[in-house]
């Protein structure tokens, strides 16, 4: 979700709903049922329907990730590792690194990433950034 809002998309569903939302204060008192009811869906598509989606995919997905998954970093790059398989990521391959609130995301791709929180990381969390940053600039050059 945070990375929704915060790009294009984000803002359309913000200029959207509040449009919406003004539209149906408007005319609220003009309106037929059939109307008001689809206004008021029409309000919650991005403030109520769109998260609760969001949440139950990555409710779904966090499932698929087996509970014995490591990942490991060095200075060759990224190792995840559990009982089913092994993948390598080289730093050269990573495609990018954000801090997000409490987590760090390693992009893999332009869309799929390892995210690492700071629940994982305890304390280490500023030294773990410091280090991926490094490792990702240097590759970088």
Known sequence: MYGIMRSMIGVTNLIFSVSMLLLTIRFWDRLYIVLK????IAISLFTVIQPVMIYMGARKQVKTVPNDMEIHLDDEGLHIISSKEKSKVKWKDVKGITKVLDMIIIYSTEVHGFIISKRMLGSEKEDF?????????EHRK
């Open 129 to 137: 950034y410091d280090y991926a940053i490094g490792k990702f600039k």
């Open 37 to 40: 009811i689809i206004l008021i």
